[in-house]
């Protein structure tokens, strides 16, 4: 804490009634007059500045008391570190292919990186929906999106370089042509995750209609 003065105005007032009777009464009209003028007025504003000195206000030391500054905000989590850390990688993997999809100009690699950032998305909501799939997709985000985003790498990198030549060209057509499979191979993963889900559900639908037939409520089999 240190204090803070606060001055007092009566010595400004002071002053400029000092300079107003001087006006009314006083000559103006050589440089000593002014001369005159402005000493006096300094006598009356130091004069009334030791009568009313104002008072002092404790104040915060802004260094000593300001904020380090705001805390950055912990990630929320979810309570389980599988699934925590499949949003983790879910999030890293979008930024990224964002990222390259922005960078690379080709319109069908980018259609393909749209496709991929539509189905990566859903199998971290599913992950979040169904605990039981979560180490079949971090498998998934182990290996599948660390070799998809490093593909796509060099593609933009050889993409960059604005040269035709054999390798590069030759490259750049392999992954093209490999970012088909790819795109196939994240629609699979996805409907795989719906194996179980799929099958309960069947259970489900045969055991409904059993009873339905025992109770003579349908009229025909599915």
Same mark, same amino acid.
Request: hydrophobic share 40%.
């Given at each position: 804490?240190?204090?803070?003065?606060?001055?007092?105005?009566?010595?400004?007032?002071?002053?400029?009634?000092?300079?107003?009777?001087?006006?009314?009464?006083?000559?103006?009209?050589?440089?000593?007059?002014?001369?005159?003028?402005?000493?006096?007025?300094?006598?009356?504003?130091?004069?009334?500045?030791?009568?009313?000195?104002?008072?002092?206000?404790?104040?915060?030391?802004?260094?000593?008391?300001?904020?380090?500054?705001?805390?950055?905000?912990?990630?929320?989590?979810?309570?389980?570190?599988?699934?925590?850390?499949?949003?983790?990688?879910?999030?890293?993997?979008?930024?990224?292919?964002?990222?390259?999809?922005?960078?690379?100009?080709?319109?069908?690699?980018?259609?393909?990186?749209?496709?991929?950032?539509?189905? #990566? +998305?859903?199998? &971290?909501? %599913? /992950?979040?929906?169904? *605990?039981?799939? $979560?180490?079949?997709?971090?498998?998934?985000?182990?290996?599948?999106?660390?070799?998809?985003?490093?593909?796509?790498?060099?593609?933009?990198?050889?993409?960059?370089?604005?040269?035709?030549?054999?390798?590069?060209?030759?490259?750049?057509?392999?992954?093209?042509?490999?970012?088909?499979?790819?795109?196939?191979?994240?629609?699979?993963?996805?409907?795989?995750?719906?194996?179980?889900?799929?099958?309960?559900?069947? #259970? +489900?639908?045969? &055991?409904? %209609? /059993?009873?339905?037939? *025992?109770?003579? $409520?349908?009229?025909?089999?599915?």
């Amino acid at each position: 804490m240190r204090k803070r003065k606060n001055r007092s105005v009566v010595p400004v007032y002071a002053m400029a009634a000092a300079w107003m009777i001087y006006c009314c009464f006083g000559p103006l009209y050589r440089m000593h007059h002014f001369i005159i003028l402005i000493a006096i007025s300094v006598s009356v504003y130091a004069l009334f500045s030791k009568l009313f000195p104002g008072s002092k206000k404790a104040a915060a030391d802004a260094s000593a008391d300001a904020p380090a500054g705001r805390p950055r905000a912990e990630p929320q989590t979810t309570g389980d570190p599988e699934l925590d850390a499949v949003i983790t990688e879910g999030r890293l993997a979008l930024s990224e292919f964002g990222r390259l999809y922005a960078s690379i100009p080709d319109v069908n690699v980018k259609s393909r990186i749209t496709e991929l950032i539509d189905v #990566t +998305d859903k199998i &971290v909501k %599913d /992950g979040k929906d169904d *605990r039981s799939d $979560l180490p079949r997709i971090r498998r998934f985000f182990n290996y599948y999106v660390p070799t998809t985003i490093k593909l796509l790498n060099a593609y933009d990198r050889m993409s960059g370089t604005g040269i035709q030549g054999e390798n590069i060209s030759g490259t750049m057509t392999r992954i093209e042509d490999m970012l088909d499979a790819i795109v196939i191979s994240y629609k699979k993963q996805l409907d795989a995750l719906f194996a179980q889900e799929a099958i309960d559900i069947e #259970t +489900d639908i045969k &055991v409904m %209609d /059993g009873m339905m037939e *025992r109770e003579g $409520l349908k009229d025909k089999q599915f």
